[in-house]
Structures are given as structure tokens and as C-alpha cells.
């Protein structure tokens, strides 16, 4: 398989030298946004990550109340990332880079990437920190929620084992996220203008049960990992090979209906101004809207053309269920196997003995008073 994305192998793209460069141009005036997994996707691929662990983890995170809030933390990286753009710009910009990782926007090298460092300070020296700033930190992101869960797991502290399995479920599904590891990561650079959202929004609240059902699909038994990050790695070049056959069955379903599920920049002969405001919330609504044609058709054909390329997008998050079932696991394992989310009730206090002199004291006592005295006699 080609994985270069300036040479896939689609219809459409007859790419001229000019042509190319200009789409690369664009990509730099237009920065990475902040694109994920939606929240019904996390959950799917977290549910399914809990179900996939063995006994008696499985019980211990499984259970409706602890399962529900577990979901629920793996959701909020992406709105304390939002709480912050409106709040810390400077906190935004470190929260917003560790949800992706473009690694074809920092190496020239083919997947995969068996040469790149996976060690981040190697990686910063090699690379330059700036490279990761812009281009992202997601794997050492889930590194650092992998040790978080496991110092809060070996010290039963719920609440940070929630939000550190949280970062966890959450960074580690970006990772399997194709589109969260190339810098093509809204279709700009082929024309595929809106792709994420569709992948991973559209299709997901469309067919949330087909997503659901094939996720479950191919369970085994979960590892201890004992190279995390060699493991991260090996996964990010997964993900990427995933690219070039989602863009291909996307410009097949928008050649069939004309519809497209993003819109260009703007440029001589587009919307402008309030137009394009307009057409902007127009495609953020046709994610959510189930009825209206043509999106209706769009999605359906998306659908079958990822099939019937073996359903790229779903195997994403069925490895990432499995991924993220792997390293909750490693993490409790490596805490010491806890029984409980909570702190290990302490040893109940050794009660003192009563000093010898208070014993004797009270048995004179009690002779004095209870014990009948002896009768004079004459």
C-alpha cells in the first residue's frame, strides 16, 4: 500500500506540482481544529474496553454506576480542552496538542516509523520541542495518564483514578483515530474537506450500533504490556495506514451525491461573510440530522464504500477498545492487583490494657462495698 497522501491512488486527484504546493499552503493558514473522536464514539470504545478485561478488573470498573462515570471520564479531556481555550489560552495550547499526534508532519520517514524515537526527550532532541507543540503529543499524553492511574490505583484514590482512566481511554482512542495522526487531518490536503467529523461524528451517530456490535468484535485475552510505548507507537503507524482507504470510499460517496460534509476555505467565488457563517452551521446540524437529503444519502453511501473496504473506521475503534483494555489492565496489575476503587480501610486500634493499679483499686472497692461484713461476737 502507497500511505504517501500526495500520491493516493484516487480518481479525482490529478495533483499538478503548483496544485499541491498551494493545498500546502492553505494547511499552514489553516491550523489544526480541535477534531476527536465525538462523545458517543468514546464511549462505545470504553464500555467495549471494560468489557473486554478479565475478572475481577471487569467487576471492579464494570459495575452501571462505575462504568457510567467511567464513560463520562473519558469524555471530559475534550471539554476541559474547550474550558480552557475560552479561560487559558497558554493551558489550551498544552491540553490541545496531547489529543493528536501528525507524525508525517515531522518525519519524512515511511511507516512504520520503526526509526522514529519513542522516547520524548530523544524525540525533542531529534526533532525539535517546537515540532510537538504544533504537531502533538498524544502517545507521551497517554504514558502520563497510564502512570497517573497506576500511582492513584496503588494508593485507592477514586477520584484521580477516574479522571487519570479518563485521560487514558481518551488519549489512547485519539491515537487509533486515523485522522488524529497525519497532518491530512481534516481531508485538506485531498480535497476532502470535513472527512473527520464525518468518521467520527456522522457515521458514528448514524450507526452507532453497527460501531457498537463491531467493536465487540475479536475479543481475546488482555496482555500485560511490557512496552507501552513500543505498543503506541506500532498503533499510530495502524491508524495511519487507515487513511488513504477512508479518503477514498469518502470521494466515492461525495461523487455519488454530490454532497460534501465540510466546505473550503473561503476564496474568489465561495460563500462569504454571513454565507458562509450560515453554510458553516449548516454542516455542523446535517452531523446531528438523521432525515435530511442529501446528507442522508451521503452518509449511507460513506457507509457502504467503507465496507466494502473493509470497514476501516470501525476496525480503528475496535482496536482501540482493545488497546485501551490493555493498558487499563497493565496499569492495575502494576498497582498490585487492588480490590477496591477506594483506600484500604485502616487497621482497627489495639485497645490498651487497663493499668494494674486501676485493677487492684477497683477490686478493693468492691470488696468493701459488696461483700458482707463479719458479725461481732461476745
Known amino acids: 500500500m502507497n500511505f504517501e497522501l500526495g500520491t493516493l491512488n484516487l480518481p479525482r486527484l490529478a495533483w499538478t506540482r503548483s496544485a499541491f504546493l498551494a493545498l500546502l499552503i492553505l494547511a499552514a493558514l489553516f491550523p489544526r481544529a480541535a477534531f476527536a473522536w465525538g462523545d458517543r464514539a468514546h464511549a462505545i470504545i470504553t464500555e467495549e474496553a471494560v468489557r473486554r478485561l478479565p475478572e475481577p478488573l471487569q467487576d471492579l470498573l464494570g459495575g452501571v454506576g462505575t462504568l457510567a462515570r467511567l464513560k463520562e471520564a473519558s469524555i471530559a479531556p475534550d471539554r476541559r480542552r474547550e474550558e480552557l481555550k475560552k479561560d487559558d489560552r497558554a493551558a489550551y495550547e498544552t491540553e490541545h496538542v496531547k489529543h493528536f499526534f501528525d507524525i508525517d508532519a515531522i518525519t519524512d520517514e515511511p511507516p512504520p516509523f520503526a526509526h522514529f524515537p519513542r522516547d520524548r526527550a530523544a524525540a525533542e532532541k531529534q526533532f525539535g520541542a517546537a515540532a510537538f507543540q504544533k504537531s502533538g503529543t498524544a502517545p507521551w499524553a497517554a504514558e502520563e495518564a497510564l502512570k497517573a492511574l497506576t500511582e492513584a490505583l496503588s494508593r485507592g484514590e477514586t477520584e484521580e483514578i477516574f479522571r487519570a482512566a479518563g485521560d487514558l481511554a481518551h488519549f489512547v482512542a485519539d491515537i487509533h483515530m486515523p485522522f488524529h495522526v497525519t497532518k491530512n487531518f481534516n481531508g485538506q490536503l485531498t480535497g476532502n474537506w470535513g472527512v473527520h467529523e464525518a468518521v467520527d461524528v456522522g457515521l458514528v451517530n448514524r450507526y452507532a450500533d453497527f460501531y457498537a456490535a463491531a467493536v465487540s468484535d475479536g475479543r481475546t485475552e488482555v496482555p500485560f504490556l511490557e512496552d507501552v510505548e513500543g505498543g503506541l507507537f506500532q498503533w499510530i503507524a495502524h491508524a495511519y495506514a487507515r487513511v488513504p482507504p477512508i479518503l477514498e470510499a469518502e470521494t466515492a460517496a461525495r461523487r455519488a451525491t454530490g454532497y460534501s460534509p465540510g466546505i473550503e476555505p473561503a476564496k474568489e467565488g465561495s460563500p462569504q ?71 484500604a480501610a485502616p487497621a482497627p486500634a489495639a485497645r490498651e490494657g487497663m493499668p494494674i493499679w486501676f485493677i487492684a483499686l477497683a477490686a478493693a472497692i468492691f470488696i468493701m462495698i459488696f461483700l458482707p461484713r463479719r458479725r461481732r461476737t461476745s
Do not use: C
Not at 451521503?298 to 485501551?324: I, N, Q, T
Open 273 to 343: 461573510g454571513a454565507d458562509r457563517a450560515r453554510l458553516k452551521k449548516e454542516k455542523e446540524v446535517d452531523l446531528d440530522d438523521l432525515a435530511r437529503e442529501p446528507v442522508k444519502a451521503y452518509y449511507a453511501a460513506f457507509k457502504h464504500e467503507l465496507e466494502a473496504r473493509g470497514s476501516p473506521d470501525a476496525l480503528a475503534m475496535r482496536d482501540a477498545a482493545d488497546h485501551v483494555a490493555q493498558l487499563l489492565y497493565t496499569a492495575w496489575v502494576s498497582a498490585g492487583k487492588p480490590s477496591s476503587l477506594a483506600p
